[in-house]
């Protein structure tokens, strides 16, 4: 069956360090989407990837998409406080999701 | 625009008890999901709906789940009898038709004692 695993579970940095988050999926997605959820909160669309290789840019975050479309990562440049959360991402294949475990993260000020 | 809602937000019931979550979508909405994520795990689906017809209820633990969504708009879940290991935080999420992007609701957090 389809699975989608998320590394890091955890992650801890100074403000200003830089975050990044991977996903990969057991078998080709139809596409990929992150969802940040703030503590105490539900989970918040963030974006959507659905070619191969694409790349896409929300200000300080960059998602990425493979090739193969079997994997995706997040990365935050400069994080700041606000940034904390856990980022989900969700394997999309024609209508059924499966989230990744999640990364918290946890910004030091 | 309304956004997807749920109630009750908190529920704290009884090993052996009913309980029965609600879920009103944004309106025109014909997908509607279920989700449930257990204490620091993943967000796990249980099912989904369009309009008022299962299309998937693969995710659904066992029997003791029932979800409905009669007419096509809000939906329900009921838990009967619940176990311990049913707690968690359920959400519901609702997107339009041939759209992905799905909007969450703010939850319901379950606890079995």
């Known amino acids: 069956g389809q699975q989608v695993m998320q590394i890091p579970q955890y992650q801890h940095v100074q403000e200003g360090e830089d975050f990044t988050t991977y996903c990969n999926s057991s078998t080709t997605l139809s596409n990929i989407q992150w969802y940040k959820q703030r503590p105490g909160g539900h989970p918040v669309f963030l974006i959507q990837?659905?070619?191969?290789?694409e790349v896409k840019k929300q200000k300080r975050l960059t998602f990425q998409f493979g090739e193969a479309k079997k994997n995706s990562s997040l990365h935050i440049t400069a994080t700041q406080t606000t940034d904390v959360g856990t980022y989900f991402c969700?394997?999309?294949?024609?209508?059924?999701?499966?989230f990744g475990t999640g990364t918290r993260l946890k910004v030091l000020a | 625009e309304a956004g997807v809602t749920q109630f009750p937000s908190h529920s704290v019931i009884e090993k052996g008890q009913t309980v029965t979550l609600r879920c009103d979508p944004i309106s025109g909405h014909d997908n509607l999901y279920w989700y449930r994520r257990v204490m620091g795990k993943e967000i796990k689906f249980l099912l989904h709906?369009?309009?008022?017809?299962?299309?998937?209820e693969s995710g659904m633990p066992n029997n003791r789940f029932l979800a409905e969504r009669t007419g096509g708009t809000y939906s329900t879940l009921k838990v009967q009898p619940a176990e311990l290991e049913d707690s968690g935080v359920y959400f519901c999420a609702s997107s339009q038709a041939g759209t992905d992007t799905q909007y969450f609701g703010p939850g319901t957090r379950l606890t079995v004692l």
């Open positions: 969700a394997g999309v294949w024609t209508y059924k999701y499966i």
């Open positions: 709906f369009v309009k008022e017809s299962k299309q998937d």
């Open positions: 990837l659905v070619k191969s290789g």
